[in-house]
């Protein structure tokens, strides 16, 4: 190991220690029964699924922490507050992908559990680390791509097929693939400051998609930058105005979804809530 990269695994470890004192939790790998059966229950408080689709069983999250995967929690005192559950993806030895992270909204943990994340992939010689998301909650749009750094790198229409939980029946499950470069130095820039600001619209972009009464209304495709709105609040409209959440979803597809496979690449989120994609 390189000193350069003692620098860097050490920088992270401090980094993360001082997310979670911020956040007022301490951040740990998981290794007892009680924890996971702590983890099952967290999870079914925030996505109220049925027995036949949690996100993640007891049994899994034993198989990987007793594999070397990564299955941590964070703590109030004995509390369990939010949790973190990844395996090693390919290439070998490059990749954790990041299955499910869940805490509660605001308060930093999930920031301090994904810095925590950081650290352990560094220390393990990875990376990256990904995972998805998506792409018409802003929240986390702002979340991966602001405060972390992150960068989406490919749309997945309908990815986990039909999910019946609480956060996203009545929708279907597209995705965007999220890559974090753990050593890159945008990450290490976002994860350096506890609240960056929103990328501001470039002058020259273009609304590729916008929103007028909270609906989607399609735009110009010719830029080489271009604008991709999203909804205000998805969750909410799924709920009251099923058939706007549905054109939402078909709309960013065609928009996001058709830029990212043509080769153009999402380089920022805007405090309005807009994608801004450039073309190469």
Same mark, same amino acid.
């Given at each position: ?173 597209? /995705? ?6 753990? %050593?890159? #130095?945008?990450? *290490? @820039? $976002?994860?350096?400051?506890? &609240? ?35 909804? /205000? ?6 709920? %009251?105005? #099923?058939?706007? *959440? @549905? $054109?939402?979803?078909?709309? &960013? ?28």
């Amino acid at each position: 190991m390189t000193a350069e990269q003692i620098t860097a695994e050490r920088t992270a470890a401090e980094r993360s220690e001082a997310a979670a004192r911020r956040a007022g939790v301490e951040v740990r790998e998981l290794r007892e029964i009680a924890d996971f059966e702590a983890v099952a229950a967290l999870f079914d408080t925030i996505w109220k699924a049925p027995p036949t689709a949690v996100p993640i069983t007891v049994e899994l999250m034993i198989a990987f922490a007793h594999s070397g995967n990564y299955v941590a929690g964070a703590f109030e005192g004995e509390r369990l507050a939010g949790a973190s559950i990844g395996f090693l993806a390919g290439p070998p030895g490059t990749t954790l992908h990041s299955h499910v992270t869940g805490a509660a909204v605001g308060r930093g943990i999930g920031f301090a559990l994904k810095l925590h994340q950081r650290a352990w992939a560094l220390a393990q010689g990875l990376t990256r680390i990904t995972w998805t998301y998506d792409p018409l909650v802003r929240r986390n749009a702002h979340f991966n791509i602001t405060k972390l750094g992150a960068r989406p790198e490919a749309y997945l229409p309908s990815f986990y097929g039909r999910m019946e939980d609480a956060v996203n029946a009545g929708d279907e499950s597209d /995705r965007l693939l999220a890559v974090w470069p753990v %050593a890159g #130095p945008r990450v *290490a @820039a $976002a994860c350096a400051c506890d &609240v960056p600001e929103p990328a501001p619209a470039p002058a020259d972009a273009v609304v590729a998609l916008g929103e007028r009464d909270d609906r989607p209304v399609e735009g110009r495709g010719d830029g080489r930058v271009l604008l991709v709105a999203t909804p /205000r609040d998805v969750e909410t409209l799924r709920r %009251a105005r #099923p058939a706007t *959440a @549905a $054109a939402w979803r078909r709309a &960013v597809r065609a928009s996001l979804g058709g830029l990212l496979d043509d080769g153009a690449r999402v380089t920022g989120f805007t405090a309005a809530g807009e994608y801004i994609v450039e073309r190469s």
